[in-house]
């Protein structure tokens, strides 16, 4: 079995972050937190820094390219691996979300049954 990771879910829509956290738990046996939106990211994070985080890029007020620049710009924060969620998953997207750094991206609606592994294979972690 893999190893139990703590991983934070930023994202406005609350049936993704449902989605996510079971499929993250119960499946990957990872321990998950989420936060509704930017800012509540990035106190959650802040306080306690996740092994890796999941951010939906399109969210109101802060979005998950000014939330990134804001975890990077964070002594506790700046080494978190980031994992992008969005829908918009052309090829000028990816470059564009690629240029930021962030460490992969993973496009809704995923699969909840293949999440964890998604995230492990994008972040290189022992199956």
Do not use: C, Y
């Not at 989605?19 to 800012?39: C, K, N, Q, Y």
């Not at 990035?42 to 306690?48: D, G």
């Not at 700046?78 to 991206?105: H, I, S, Y």
């Amino acid at each position: 079995m893999t190893e139990s990771r703590r991983i934070l879910v930023i994202d406005d829509d609350e049936g993704i972050r449902e989605v996510a956290h079971a499929s993250l738990e119960l499946v990957g046996g990872h321990d998950v937190t989420t936060a509704g939106s930017g800012a509540e990211g990035l106190e959650v994070s802040s306080r306690n820094p996740p092994d890796v985080i999941l951010l939906d890029v399109m969210m109101p007020g802060l979005d998950g390219p000014a939330t990134f620049a804001r975890l990077r710009q964070n002594t506790a924060t700046r080494d978190v691996p980031v994992l992008l969620l969005t829908a918009k998953a052309q090829e000028t997207d990816r470059r564009r979300f690629a240029d930021l750094g962030v460490d992969g991206v993973l496009t809704k609606p995923f699969d909840p049954l293949s999440l964890p592994e998604q995230v492990a294979e994008l972040l290189g972690w022992d199956p």
